[in-house]
């Protein structure tokens, strides 16, 4: 059948077995994926976790070096900066700076949105666990969207009609058991980091019928000044006064969340209480 | 059965010496080089990114979790995403990883992402003129002048594709492993990964999954590649049969299986198209455990589809190629 050109007589027996073992190689395979979809095996065992790296005990000032990890809501995140940096990447970059240390971020595991039952429920995930326990520093901002309705449905405001200073009145008292959890649970996960906690601020202070909210929101603050406190590990960096004089320089468009100097000048505070 | 032998020998040979096998070969060594250099980039920079693959993991998490929480993502698609959240929160939670860089994970994902486009295309090449060829050539009056009947004609080509299909399979496995060997190194058949992964709605049902070999993985994944292979080269050959001309039937192939990946990755809420034999190519889903592009596909049923498809096409094929009038 061949046109009987030299070399063709091997051609064929190698060709045709070479494809011959690639068939039966490939029903093997098909084969071995239907039994393992419809009849699974118990599978192969997996190796045993390997503990993860802990934060080493001591001072700040003692370390070589410092992990930073991040975790909250949108403005550990960073949303309404245009240039994507948020206050962490800001804070990571000016302590470099400051401290001469090499400064490395761990995770940023904030998610837009989240409630503090949320990053209750977000601290009990292994792998937040093992970013947490090797940090020597933790940033945090959390209680914005618990205490802001508004903060919930994207941050977008209609004239100030979700603002009730009564309604945020009623809501800080059921809040702030959860940031006592959250702190213990921190703690449980890491007994050296030193938390920062970025205090709240008034997005709505330019408003007449808004500004009342600023008393609330600083006995929230206050509160986690005292948890703070009781820890002895811990820093509450205010936010608040750095958007009162000129709401709309440091807000972004959304008038909810900081622009880029907004951020600055939080990642500037922040440093500022490490130093 | 002798006579049968010599025709699938002689078939073999005419489409090796058209040098099909050859341009297949060489579009692949040219290619997966240019993976493997962007893969080795997204491996360096991370690397530099993160102190270990736990921390990359973690953040892979949290990002797609942000973009859960945006409203402008549509459904089908955080439906994918939530499902590729909780694999991903499995193998962190086991202390596994899912993407260590080595030849073998580059191999098993070249092969994921090749599946509903690549392997066709290179599968086409060969197909596509087995039958028309022989008529543009005018080969196909001597080869049915011959004392043989038609349909051991016909089925000489079926089973040299057969053959081709199970070639160009393989040698596109072999060329990533050894190309990205180079870049990775060449351990990983042991590692495990997780498999049994059941998308259930928005949720994945955990019940199931249990850890196989990357070895095994790959394995299991060439034979669903394969089956898809082998059916997209059944209908090539029944369009050859019926279109008489290379070209015509090449571009009706290539637009079924381009329109295929299109309503595969657009058309979640046209339900009827699941029926459709292109939506069903990526069998390697069933597999990885991310939802399949309908919901309510499962391995079964497209492996169902396809057969059907399959069969009919063949059934086709044959029924047109032995009563076709070959003088025009």
């Known amino acids: ?275 | 059965m002798a006579n049968l032998l010599a025709l699938i020998h002689n078939e073999t040979i005419k489409v090796w010496r058209k040098k099909r096998f050859a341009v297949v070969a060489l579009v692949l060594i040219v290619l997966i080089p240019v993976f493997v250099y962007a893969q080795m980039k997204i491996a360096q920079n991370n690397a530099s990114k993160f102190a270990d693959w736990r921390s990359e993991l973690q953040q892979r998490i949290t990002d797609n979790t942000n973009a859960l929480s945006s409203e402008r993502i549509p459904e089908e698609w955080k439906r994918w995403r939530r499902a590729l959240v909780q694999q991903l929160q499995y193998y962190l939670d086991h202390d596994v990883n899912p993407n260590t860089p080595n030849a073998v994970t580059f191999t098993s994902s070249f092969l994921e992402n090749s599946v509903s486009l690549f392997i066709p295309l290179m599968v086409l090449a060969v197909a596509s003129d087995l039958v028309s060829a022989e008529r543009s050539t005018g080969t196909i009056k001597m080869l049915l002048t011959r004392p043989v009947r038609r349909w051991r004609i016909l089925l000489s080509k079926w089973v040299t594709l057969i053959l081709y299909v199970s070639l160009i399979v393989v040698a596109t496995v072999a060329l990533a492993y050894l190309i990205s060997g180079l870049a990775f190194g060449y351990e990983g058949w042991g590692e495990p990964v997780f498999v049994g992964f059941e998308p259930q709605g928005s949720d994945i049902e955990l019940g199931a999954v249990h850890a196989v070999t990357r070895g095994a993985y790959l394995l299991m994944e060439m034979g669903l590649v394969w089956f898809s292979a082998l059916v997209v080269a059944t209908i090539a050959l029944m369009v050859s049969v019926l279109l008489r001309s290379t070209a015509a039937s090449l571009v009706t192939m290539m637009a079924a299986v381009i329109s295929g990946m299109i309503l595969a990755n657009m058309a979640s809420s046209w339900h009827s198209a699941k029926y459709l034999f292109n939506v069903n190519l990526d069998l390697t889903v069933y597999l990885q455990g991310t939802p399949p592009p309908i919901e309510g596909m499962t391995l079964g049923f497209s492996l169902a589809v396809l057969g059907v498809w399959g069969a009919a096409a063949l059934a086709t094929a044959f029924a047109v190629f032995t009563k076709q009038d070959i003088l025009a």
């Not at chain 1, 919930?152 to 008292?173: F, H, K, M, N, T």
């Not at chain 1, 590990?233 to 750095?242: G, H, K, Q, R, S």
């Open chain 1, 1 to 275: 059948m061949s046109k009987g050109k030299s070399g063709n007589s091997r051609l064929w027996p190698i060709l045709g077995l070479t494809m011959l073992l690639c068939t039966a190689l490939m029903l093997v395979g098909f084969a071995a994926a239907l039994r393992d979809a419809w009849f699974p095996s118990r599978g192969i065992a997996v190796p045993e976790a390997s503990e993860p790296p802990k934060a080493a005990e001591g001072g700040l000032a003692d370390k070589p070096q410092w992990l930073v990890a991040a975790l909250g809501d949108s403005l550990t995140r960073g949303t309404g900066d245009e240039t994507g940096e948020g206050y962490v990447k800001r804070t990571v970059a000016l302590l470099k700076e400051a401290s001469g240390k090499p400064v490395k971020l761990v995770n940023n595991l904030a998610v837009n949105g989240l409630t503090a039952i949320r990053l209750s429920d977000q601290l009990e995930q292994r792998g937040v666990q093992q970013a947490v326990a090797q940090a020597d520093i933790v940033l945090l901002t959390i209680g914005g969207n618990d205490l802001f309705q508004i903060a919930q449905s994207g941050g977008s405001i209609a004239e100030g009609r979700d603002v009730s200073p009564e309604l945020l009145e009623r809501l800080i008292p059921q809040t702030e058991p959860l940031l006592d959890e959250i702190f213990e649970k921190l703690r449980r996960i890491n007994p050296n980091a030193r938390i920062v906690y970025v205090g709240l601020y008034n997005p709505f202070y330019d408003m007449e019928q808004a500004r009342s909210m600023s008393a609330h929101i600083l006995d929230w603050n206050d509160y986690a000044h005292r948890l703070a406190a009781a820890d002895g590990n811990a820093t509450v960096v205010p936010t608040y006064d750095l958007f009162e004089s000129n709401v709309k320089a440091y807000l972004s468009s959304d008038h909810f969340h900081p622009n880029a100097k907004g951020y600055e000048r939080i990642a500037a505070r922040i440093v500022q209480s490490l130093e």
